[in-house]
T-cell receptor, first 114, second 114 residues
Framework: DAGITQSPRHKVTETGTPVTLRCHQTENHRYMYWYRQDPGHGLRLIHYSYGVKDTDKGEVSDGYSVSRSKTEDFLLTLESATSSQTSVYFC?????????????FGEGSRLTVL | AQSVTQPDIHITVSEGASLELRCNYSYGATPYLFWYVQSPGQGLQLLLKYFSGDTLVQGIKGFEAEFKRSQSSFNLRKPSVHWSDAAEYFCAVGALEYGNKLVFGAGTILRVKS
């Protein structure tokens, strides 16, 4: 199994509070992604990174920011959580561009915003 | 913009029966096509992928998929389903022209009855 660790795995928070989810990899892969999974929508890309300090937006990036200061860590921040951000968040990594290479997924972080 | 349609939200098959999960994509370029599987509470795992060449691709766990350009389809098949195949299946599409992104379908939940 790919070495991907997401933390926390479960979190309950209140509307308006900041939340940071962490993805840590031990594979030294260049590309890292954050997806959210919601019933009926599959997985939707939030943000991705193609190197240290290099990030770009996905299709559902509003309300989210990311940072990647080290190859192994990719952080997803909700500056002010809203109930619509209740979801399961998955981190994925790849050693090639995500549209051509296999993505390896973490086990997910379930976030509930009350 | 690229899109992926999985017409069946749920499918139930008997153990030992054959399976076909449908995937249609909308794309203006040559697509890269993937099928992923997600067991409950887990991340996604790649079953198979198509980039070019033979339009019938073999994957893990006895799955195969056929790329049909004329129908914009990439259907997943298995000749004999096992109870352990119960999971959610996602079709995904990427292309160089659309950057470093995969677009996922909404998923098909497979139930296997004994």
């Amino acid at each position: 199994d790919a070495g991907i660790t997401q933390s926390p795995r479960h979190k309950v928070t209140e509307t308006g509070t900041p939340v940071t989810l962490r993805c840590h990899q031990t594979e030294n892969h260049r590309y890292m992604y954050w997806y959210r999974q919601d019933p009926g929508h599959g997985l939707r890309l939030i943000h991705y990174s193609y190197g240290v300090k290099d990030t770009d937006k996905g299709e559902v990036s509003d309300g989210y920011s990311v940072s990647r200061s080290k190859t192994e860590d990719f952080l997803l921040t909700l500056e002010s959580a809203t109930s619509s951000q209740t979801s399961v968040y998955f981190c994925a990594i790849s050693d090639r561009q995500g549209n051509t290479g296999e993505l390896f997924f973490g086990e997910g972080s379930r976030l509930t915003v009350l | 913009a690229q899109s992926v349609t999985q017409p069946d939200i749920h499918i139930t098959v008997s153990e030992g029966a054959s399976l076909e999960l449908r995937c249609n994509y909308s794309y203006g370029a040559t697509p890269y096509l993937f099928w992923y599987v997600q067991s409950p509470g887990q991340g996604l795992q790649l079953l198979l992928k198509y980039f070019s060449g033979d339009t019938l691709v073999q994957g893990i766990k006895g799955f195969e998929a056929e790329f049909k350009r004329s129908q914009s389809s990439f259907n997943l098949r298995k000749p004999s389903v096992h109870w352990s195949d119960a999971a959610e299946y996602f079709c995904a599409v990427g292309a160089l022209e659309y950057g470093n992104k995969l677009v996922f379908g909404a998923g098909t939940i497979l139930r296997v009855k004994s």
